[in-house]
Every structure is written in structure tokens, then in C-alpha cells.
């Protein structure tokens, strides 16, 4: 069973997701995870995949309006790409 609605499952996820991110600024040259074991890219994809699984069963568990989640998720990406400037925002 799930502990704390899914909160410890998120901090994990959110976690091992820190860690790839961490791997890849430390070897920006490469794809190759240091471990020999793969790629960087497929780890982070799977990570984050992982933290917005988590999210969504947080949010399911804590009865989250979905509405206000997906509003403000909309307006950080926007924030996000003005601050890469992107042309179109």
C-alpha cells in the first residue's frame, strides 16, 4: 500500500529524477550513462515519465482539482519558454 497518498512515492520518483538531470549537466558530452548502462536520454525520459505518473496518482489520492493543475502547468511552460526565448509566447 501507498504511503501518505502517494506523497513518498512522489518525493522517491521526484528523486531518482534528480539524479538523472544531475548525470546529464555532469557529462554534457555524452549520451552513456557513467554506469555503463544505457543511455542518459532513455533514463530521463523514463524519470520523468515516472514523476508525472506520481503526480497524477497524487492528485487522484488527495482529490487535486485537475482543472487548476493542468492551468498552472500551462502557464509555468509558457514562463519557461519566454525564459528560453522562444518567439511564439
Known amino acids: 500500500m501507498m504511503s501518505h497518498n502517494g506523497l513518498t512515492k512522489l518525493l522517491e520518483e521526484c528523486g531518482e529524477l534528480s539524479q538523472i538531470a544531475a548525470k546529464k549537466i555532469a557529462f554534457p558530452g555524452t ?30 489520492a488527495n482529490g487535486l482539482d485537475p482543472e487548476v493543475i493542468i492551468n498552472r502547468t500551462e502557464r509555468k511552460i509558457n514562463r519557461f519558454k519566454k525564459w528560453h526565448g522562444d518567439p511564439n509566447v
Open 31 to 60: 549520451d552513456e550513462h557513467p554506469d555503463k548502462k544505457g543511455s542518459m536520454k532513455k533514463r530521463l525520459e523514463e524519470e520523468i515519465a515516472d514523476v508525472i505518473a506520481a503526480c497524477c496518482f497524487v492528485a487522484d
